[in-house]
């Protein structure tokens, strides 16, 4: 079992920055990988990035590609996701997610909310 826990959400202006923190609990992350993940009201779920706990490697969505920095700190077991240029289509719930390597996710937190005004 992993356990989650996001914060760092708020209220910015458009431009602004923001970084958001996944804690994690429970057990190891090795051969797992960590997500962000955005849900605007009434929509989906979307994918914003993902880091390889192994490797390190990143991996984003084109909406975050240059905008967005996925990273991770082993020793204390958290994920980060560093944003700059906030749009207000950022706006969302944002959530920090876990699977295994090639898995998909299934460990999830309870979101942190980020409205960004225009």
């Known amino acids: 079992q992993v356990q989650l826990a996001e914060s760092g959400g708020g209220l910015v202006q458009a431009g602004d920055s923001l970084r958001l923190a996944c804690a994690a609990s429970?057990?190891?992350?090795?051969?797992?990988?960590i997500g962000w993940f955005r849900q605007a009201p009434g929509k989906e779920r979307d994918f914003v990035a993902s880091?390889?706990?192994?490797?390190?490697?990143?991996d984003y969505a084109d909406s975050a590609k240059g905008r967005f920095t996925i990273s991770k700190d082993n020793n204390k077991n958290m994920a980060y996701l560093q944003m700059h240029s906030l749009r207000p289509e950022d706006t969302g719930v944002y959530f920090c997610?876990?699977?295994?390597?090639?898995?998909?996710?299934?460990?999830w937190g309870q979101g942190t909310q980020v409205t960004v005004s225009s």
């Open positions: 880091i390889n706990w192994n490797s390190g490697r990143p």
């Open positions: 429970g057990r190891t992350l090795f051969e797992y990988r």
């Open positions: 997610a876990a699977g295994r390597l090639g898995r998909e996710y299934i460990y």
